[in-house]
């Protein structure tokens, strides 16, 4: 199963305000510590603002924040919120144009595959992700003057 860049997107931006909750961090900044386009993570950043996981700060010294209890957010219910639900078009209510669906067994090993897959992910929450690793994930994602210090060996 692969992730959709969106939600791939989305789980290392909800990883990144995590570890450095210090202050707003803006998209642009994000993207860069991300190394990814900001044009792609403001749309994702929007999402989990709706979804109420990340606060917009407006201002001078605004960006985005991890919501207040967002760091309990079951991996699991990211992955539904964001990724289609659809993994072939038989999942589709419509039934989808696949004329093998009336006699196919495929639709219910993907739909218990996905269950299985989501099963796992409601183990894990976002906390999980970082708490054992923050230290090591700010070396890679922390702040600007963080990742000239160890890029230049200070």
């Known amino acids: 199963m692969q992730l959709t860049r969106r939600t791939d997107y989305a789980l290392r931006l909800l990883s990144l305000l ?24 403001a749309k994702v950043a929007h999402s989990l603002v709706q979804a109420g996981w990340v606060q917009s700060v407006r201002g001078r010294s605004g960006g985005l924040l991890l ?7 079951r991996l699991s219910t990211v992955f539904e919120h ?3 639900q659809a993994l072939v078009e038989c999942f589709d209510p419509e039934g989808g144009g696949c004329v ?3 006699a196919c067994r495929l639709k219910g090993v993907l739909f218990e595959a996905r269950a299985a897959f989501i099963d796992v992910l ?21 702040p600007a003057d963080h990742r000239r210090a160890r890029s230049s060996g200070g």
């Open 122 to 142: 409601k183990d894990y929450t976002l906390r999980d992700l970082v708490t054992r690793r923050k230290a090591a994930l700010l070396r890679i994602v922390g």
């Open 100 to 102: 093998l669906t009336p």
């Open 67 to 73: 919501a207040e209890g967002a760091g309990d957010v």
């Open 82 to 84: 964001l990724e289609p």
């Open 18 to 41: 995590a570890v450095d909750d210090d202050a707003p961090v803006s998209v642009t900044e994000a993207a860069d510590r991300l190394e990814i386009s900001s044009g792609h993570l």
